[in-house]
């Protein structure tokens, strides 16, 4: 049921086709941050207002739309954005990842290949890679455009230098194309190399007021040095409800006793393949 | 300003517009791909696809410059009223709309190194459109793509100054299909 | 026997209606009416207008109500409502010194133009809890001069007239519209004015207090502070003049602050100007102070390095609607990142561990 007092997908006119030039612009040079003027949405920043806005921008009648947060399509802020968008925008919504044709995500890719036409919308806290290291805008946006990036490198190799590994487990920096590094937002590095997949990839930064997007095919190789070459990790265990052993896990304490057991982050991914009959160690 | 101006429009802006985009946006994450892109009626010289292009993305915020035989008297009043877009100066532009002689690319702005995406949007109008002819790889591009391009130096030259550039979109009738900068062209 | 987690719906829809319980409280206490939070806490509301950069006390007042008296909240709500109104037109710059002044001082000096009138303020109550409030049914009145309201000129127009402060030429450029364009440096005045009259007034106040103390110190003495409505016009192009759509009332804040003078400049007072919607004292001067501190670029003086003197610190940090989601949305699920943090630990564990051994055997 869309409610009739806002317009289609809440926001007006003028400010989808501020996104969506954005957006365009965005797949027209993969990996740089585009600025665009976020409104001030009806949920928090930080709860996904860039998601929020990119989707509103790309959705259509037609769509079927998923949404997830850390894998899963039933936590409460995946639920609240679905929710935003059946009311707002009439669409169908699934937690099927193969029937979605718009997927908006917080913190996780899906396990299943993504295919052609579908579009992956990603919420992104801080879209600046090189934040953590320069915190004034000013001077990121020079580091940039003067294509220099020591500064990520040397931090890295002192990760190893310190530690014997890069300490970056997630956010982990690509360079796109081989030109600008970016931050794939907060996604575990054990989903980097699923970020070349045949999808369009748009990422909405809205308290930073930032676009950027990866057209399918696009070249994304993860940061990394010859001699330290870049490892997907996830949990060394296969799933105890469906017994993947190719997907991200949650670990999930069980009692106060040391008890714990790792599930499939991506509750689709899982579902299905209980539905398939496949059972890991700890299902019923 | 006559009739013609107000008639042509979207009749259901906000769906018609999703439509339209997402018709522009799959064209620009694949180039070379031709899609189908309808909605406006725009007055003659313009094709649906220019014109359906316009109204999705143009508005009071976006300077317009008509190249050539588009910029009629007709087509100026049409985009006045349904969009709000100024006319601008080619050097002032973030959208060009003409036939590809009419363009002069060169007085078009390409970005800047900070902010690369300050750059004009071209739409050419061309007389045909197909699959084939120049061959194009890149991003969005599985293996190769082929599109009836008007030249290719032009393009090739484009490419090499990435991440500055124009973008392209090409229209004939209600089909349309774009070249980002980033497309390699031979 | 573990079970995913489930029913984050059912979860959404019970808390909501807790909270409106709880907004309700107990209802043998008679319910707050939307107009009651209008006149009665009408600093409250006049800091949410602000904040939310909305004038309307009443839309002010409903969503205080709504938010339980956080004013942040009601803030964030303002600012929702806000982003959907459609846009009609900019108004014609206000002309304070045809304000209706209900209170206007000035410390620069001790009689002018104007006089000085103190108007409705806690300035020079004895912080006593006055338990008289807690009994109901008063409505006390006060008495009425004639302060004879009309045109009361600004004090740094005297300054002026002597060549003594900074000329502030006025401008009819169009000043950018810091919630249509992305925030983009170096800002120029008008929009970090704009950034700092709807800035969260604690955050302003902070750094105000800080140049007072030191980090950026601008000698501020309050030229003048007024306090009242003044009409909003707008020009109707059908018409072909402006006319009046309504009143506001603002807080004015001029400073008058010391300069040293340059090679090219004599010696001379500067400016920083805090305005802002409704009786909203605090965050004008703070805004003032922290305006001067900010314009140490165009007048020449050093930058000693003091938060309030850079922009970009300031102006990515004012805004509490920004701020409080950021900080309060890391207790959102964060379980996958963790995860994978959780396992990297163990990981370098597991290397420092095996190189110890390795150590040990050696």
């Known amino acids: 049921m869309t409610e009739q007092s806002y317009n289609f997908a809440y926001l007006d006119e003028q400010t989808k086709r501020m996104i969506r030039r954005a957006i365009l612009k965005g797949l027209a040079i993969p990996g740089y941050q585009v600025p665009f003027a976020s409104r001030e949405m009806p949920t928090p920043y930080g709860w996904g207002t860039g998601g929020v806005q990119v989707s509103a921008a790309t959705l259509t009648p037609d769509d079927t739309f998923k949404v997830i947060d850390q894998g899963a399509d039933d ?18 919504v699934t ?92 996604i575990p590095k054990f989903d980097n190399p699923k970020l070349e997949m045949a999808a369009i990839q748009l990422f909405g930064a809205g308290r930073e007021q930032r676009i ?36 991200y896990l949650d670990e999930v304490i069980t009692d106060d006793a040391g008890g714990r057991m790792f599930v499939c982050s991506d509750t689709d991914y899982c579902e299905s393949r209980r539905a398939q009959g496949h059972r890991g160690k700890d299902a019923a | 300003m006559d009739t013609i101006a107000l008639e042509g429009g979207f009749t259901d802006t906000p769906r018609t517009a999703s439509h339209a985009f997402r018709a522009v946006m799959t064209a620009m994450a694949h180039p070379g791909r031709i899609v189908e892109i309808t909605g406006a009626a725009p007055p003659a010289p313009l094709s649906v696809a220019a014109g359906t292009v316009i109204l999705t993305l143009c508005d009071p915020e976006t300077p317009v410059h008509l190249a050539g035989a588009c910029n009629a008297a007709e087509v100026r009043d049409w985009i006045a009223f349904h969009s709000g877009a100024p006319m601008a100066e080619p050097g002032r532009a973030m959208f060009a709309l003409g036939a590809w002689d009419a363009h002069d690319l060169t007085a078009y702005p390409v970005g800047t190194s900070e902010y ?28 190769t793509a082929f599109l009836s391009l008007p030249d290719l130096d032009v393009f090739r030259d484009n490419a090499a100054r990435f991440p500055l550039g124009l973008d392209f979109l090409f229209t004939c009738g209600s089909r349309l299909a774009a070249l980002p900068r980033t497309t390699r062209v031979e | 026997m573990y079970v995913a987690v489930k029913g984050g719906e059912r979860a959404i829809d019970a808390a909501h209606q807790w909270l409106a319980e709880e907004r309700r409280g107990d209802t043998d206490v008679p319910e707050m009416s939307v107009a009651q939070i209008r006149e009665q806490m009408r600093l409250a509301v006049n800091r949410v207008m602000a904040e939310g950069s909305l004038y309307d006390p009443d839309l002010a007042a409903l969503a205080i109500k709504q938010a339980r008296g956080d004013l942040i909240e009601a803030i964030f709500l303002i600012r929702a409502y806000r982003t959907t109104l459609p846009r009609f037109g900019a108004s014609r710059p206000v002309d304070t010194d045809a304000m209706a002044v209900e209170r206007r001082v000035s410390a620069t000096f001790k009689d002018l133009p104007g006089g000085q009138i103190l108007g409705p303020t806690f300035d020079y109550t004895h912080r006593l809890l006055d338990f008289k409030l807690a009994a109901e049914g008063e409505a006390p009145v006060a008495g009425r001069a004639d302060t004879g309201v009309g045109h009361v000129p600004h004090v740094t127009g005297f300054l002026n007239r002597e060549g003594l402060i900074e000329e502030q030429p006025s401008s009819d450029d169009t000043p950018p519209d810091l919630t249509r364009e992305p925030l983009e440096l170096p800002a120029n005045r008008a929009l970090r004015l704009q950034a700092l009259t709807r800035a969260d007034e604690g955050f302003t106040l902070g750094l105000a207090y800080s140049t007072q103390r030191g980090y950026a110190r601008n000698h501020a003495f309050v030229g003048e502070l007024r306090i009242g409505a003044v009409e909003v016009e707008m020009d109707i192009p ?42 909203t004292e605090r965050k004008a001067i703070s805004m003032a102070l922290v305006d001067r501190a900010l314009r140490w670029e165009e007048l020449g003086e050093d930058n000693v390095g003091a938060p309030a003197q850079d922009a970009e610190f300031v102006l990515y940090h004012s805004d509490n609607i920004q701020a409080t989601g950021f900080l309060e949305h890391i207790k959102l699920p964060h379980y996958v990142d963790f995860q994978s943090e959780l396992e990297l630990v163990r990981k370098l564990r597991r290397s420092a561990g095996a190189q110890d051994l390795q150590e040990a055997a050696e």
């Open chain 1, 75 to 92: 936590t409460t802020n995946a639920v609240s954005i679905r929710r935003f968008f059946e009311r707002t925008a009439g669409v169908a």
């Open chain 1, 95 to 186: 937690t099927k990842t193969s029937e979605a044709t718009v997927i908006q995500t917080r913190h996780r890719i899906p396990e299943e290949p993504l295919t052609e036409g579908q579009i992956l919308v990603y919420q992104v806290p801080i879209p600046e890679p090189l934040r953590f290291l320069e915190p004034r805008e000013t001077e990121t946006r020079k580091m940039h455009a003067l294509e220099e990036y020591g500064l990520m490198h040397v931090k890295l190799y002192e990760d190893i230098a310190r530690h014997g590994h890069i300490a970056t487990s997630y956010a982990y920096p690509v360079k796109v194309e081989e030109r600008y590094v970016m931050d794939p937002s907060p």
């Open chain 1, 212 to 247: 950027y997007a990866i057209p399918p095919y696009t070249g994304i190789v993860s940061l990394d040095f010859e001699d330290h070459p870049f490892e997907p990790t996830k949990a060394d265990h296969p799933c105890g409800l469906c017994g993947a052993a190719d997907s």
């Open chain 2, 116 to 143: 690369p995406d300050r750059s004009v949007t071209v739409i050419v109008e061309m007389p045909d459109l197909r699959s084939d002819g120049a061959r194009l790889t890149g991003p969005g591009i599985k293996d």
């Open chain 3, 238 to 279: 059908e018409l072909g003049f402006a006319i009046s759509i309504g009143e506001v009332t603002l807080t004015e804040c001029e400073t008058v602050n010391q300069f040293k003078g340059s090679k090219t400049e004599p010696p001379q007072f500067t400016r920083g100007y805090g305005l802002v919607f409704g009786q």
